[in-house]
Structure formats: structure tokens, C-alpha cells
């Protein structure tokens, strides 16, 4: 990469990180009553500490609250999704070290622009529960040599047919098997399970089963996506054509101050808080030696390998929050340093470590 690349590079990080911020504020706009609205806002004590990263040279606040909310968090799921695409990664490496393969399978249903999320979200819920026991389903996982599964659940959202839940799970097997046999005796349980709660499904767009090699290829193609990426940070990318994500709701409203996004959004938010965007099965994360850490706990995790390069006081950080700039001080911090980012957006006398 040469000069010029990495100076476009910088650039681009620094303005998705003030769109982030950005999207934030709306969130806590949204949402006031939850720890969203408090996130990188409130002191933990008497100063926010301001940290630049040896490797990235990218900077970072400290001693401030985090809210770990990857459904309704721009800044904390991009935090966290990153961190749970290395758990992937580490997964998938040692699987494969020992023989061992990964599908991708994707799981739908029909639905409709009147369907209301938290209904259509909690029965389709029930059906994937339904799908993943009995003895049909404990008869492909032998046939595969499953050893475990990682299931993401994600929405999109279209004006033409509302909202849309799915889930992408990874398993992770070890048999060679005939996977177009095996795509077809899915659906048929698939089909089955949606059929008892009264979803419609088809064989076509109701569920996907592709080997590893085919979806990274797949994945690749459409923006050098990888498997662990689809699986940790779908709900962060931008949706393509005229389907949306959640957050793209929050870009949207930046750009035209929409109303309807504020309603899209909440309405996501309250139909998802409480759900796992990320789910293994049980035992898969000690097979791959794999520490269990909350979303939270990941949130709260500082980088390590880092200076510090001040502290701002009550007064200086209110003046940061009232102008809604604490993107825009991180940004010149790194490129012309702490106490001019003091001087340009504070009005008191810096303090530097």
C-alpha cells in the first residue's frame, strides 16, 4: 500500500467512524430509556481518558460507559462483531487443521409488508427450535459427523415485503457427504417445522445449503465478504438495493430526517432486545478452546498496546457531548494531536500525560 493509499484509507476509517457516532446519537434519539442512550457518554470518574493505539495509531476514549448492545449499538457492535469474527476464525482454523469441514446453511420463510416483526420473529423462533431436534434431524447430524453449529440471526428490512428474519448457521462436520442429498432432506424437516406454526416456506428461497469452498466463493464475490464475516457483522453492512439493514435505518434518517426510520427502528429494537445475535451449540466453544465472554464483557475490553494521550475534564468532555463531536476530537487527535483537538473543541486549558 503505498502513501496515497493509506492516506485514502485513513480517510474513509475517520468518516465511517463519525457515521457511526452519528448513528449513535440517533439511537439514543430512539431509544432514551436504554444503555444505548448513556453509551460513550457517561464518566465512569473524574476524567475521560483519550488512548492512540502503537499499531493502528487509531484513537480511542477511556473511563467512559460502554453498553455492549450489538442489536442497537453502532459503535459497540462494530467492537464486538470484529472481536467474535476472530472466535470465528480461530474456529474455523482448527476445525479444518483437524480434517474437519464447514457448511453454511441459511434458513427463511415467506412473509409479508403487514407482518409485524415481533410476531413473525418469535414464531420463526419456534420453528428453528422445531427443526434442530428430534429424531430426523439427530439422524443428518450422525450421517454428517456434526460435531456443532453456530447460529447468527439478522434482519432486513424492504418496502415492498416488510421485514425480513433469517439465520445463517455454520456446521461444522466431518463426513464426506452428498450435500445436495443432504439439502434436500433439511428442507424437508425445514418445511415441516415452518408448516406446524403456519409459516409458508419454498424450495427455492426457504433454505440454502452451501460447503465452505462455494460460500466464501459466493461471498467473495459480492464484496470480499468472508463466512465469518457474514456470520458476526451482517447486521452492521449496508444493505444492497432497496433491501435495508436495522442500522441503515439510522443512516437514513442522517440523510433525509425521516421519521418512518425512527419507527423501523424501534420497532427492530423492541422485537430483538433480549435475543442472541450469536449463538454456538453447546460445547462447541471448549472443542476449539474458545473463552465465553459476554458482548459486554467485549465492549469494555480496552486495546491493548496503547498510549495515553490525555485526560479531559467534566467540563471539556460536556462541551465534546453538547456539540456532538467526540468523532470529529478522535479524528484530530490523530492527525495533528490531543492538544489541538483540545484547543478546537474545548474552551479550557488542555491536560496532556
Not at 465492549?299 to 491493548?304: N, R
Request: charged fraction near 30%; aromatic fraction near 10%; charge should be positive.
Amino acid at each position: 500500500m503505498d502513501v496515497n493509499e493509506k492516506l485514502e484509507l485513513d480517510k474513509k476509517i475517520r468518516e465511517i467512524r463519525v457515521e457511526r457516532y452519528a448513528c449513535q446519537s440517533i439511537a439514543k434519539k430512539v431509544l432514551p430509556n436504554e444503555k444505548v442512550s448513556m453509551c460513550l457518554r457517561q464518566m465512569n470518574g473524574e476524567y475521560v481518558d483519550v488512548h492512540k493505539h502503537k499499531q493502528t495509531n487509531k484513537a480511542f476514549y477511556g473511563g467512559l460507559r460502554v453498553c455492549g448492545r450489538v442489536w442497537t449499538c453502532p459503535v459497540c457492535a462494530s467492537k464486538i462483531s470484529e472481536k467474535r469474527r476472530k472466535e470465528l476464525q480461530l474456529a474455523f482454523q482448527k476445525h479444518k487443521s483437524q480434517g474437519g469441514k464447514v457448511a453454511m446453511l441459511t434458513l427463511t420463510f415467506s412473509h409479508q409488508r403487514t407482518d409485524k416483526l415481533v410476531d413473525i420473529l418469535d414464531i420463526f423462533s419456534k420453528a428453528t427450535q422445531k427443526f434442530f431436534r428430534g429424531k430426523s434431524f439427530d439422524n443428518i447430524r450422525e450421517e454428517m459427523g456434526m460435531i456443532g453449529r453456530i447460529r447468527v440471526l439478522e434482519v432486513t428490512w424492504s418496502n415492498e415485503n416488510g421485514f425480513h428474519p433469517h439465520a445463517h448457521i455454520a456446521l461444522f462436520y466431518k463426513n464426506e457427504v452428498d450435500m445436495n442429498l443432504i439439502e434436500d432432506k433439511l428442507y424437508r424437516l425445514w418445511k415441516a417445522a415452518c408448516a406446524k406454526f403456519k409459516l409458508k416456506v419454498n424450495r427455492q428461497h426457504g433454505l440454502d445449503l452451501q460447503g465452505a469452498s462455494e460460500a466464501e466463493s459466493y461471498l467473495a464475490k459480492h464484496g470480499k465478504w468472508s463466512i465469518e464475516q457474514e456470520l458476526t457483522k451482517a447486521h452492521i453492512k449496508k444493505g444492497k438495493l432497496k433491501s435495508l439493514t436495522p442500522f441503515d435505518f439510522l443512516r437514513e434518517y442522517l440523510k433525509t430526517e425521516d421519521e418512518r426510520y425512527l419507527h423501523l427502528f424501534r420497532e427492530y429494537a423492541v422485537a430483538f432486545k433480549g435475543k442472541r445475535q450469536l449463538q454456538w451449540s453447546q460445547g462447541l466453544k471448549k472443542e476449539f478452546v474458545i473463552v465465553e465472554k459476554t458482548d459486554e464483557e467485549l465492549a469494555k475490553e480496552k486495546a491493548e498496546n496503547s498510549d495515553i494521550l490525555g485526560y479531559l475534564d467534566w467540563d471539556q468532555w460536556r462541551q465534546v457531548l453538547k456539540k456532538e463531536t467526540r468523532a470529529e476530537f478522535l479524528n484530530v487527535c490523530e492527525t495533528f494531536g490531543f492538544d489541538v483537538a483540545v484547543k478546537t473543541f474545548c474552551k479550557h486549558n488542555i491536560t496532556i500525560v
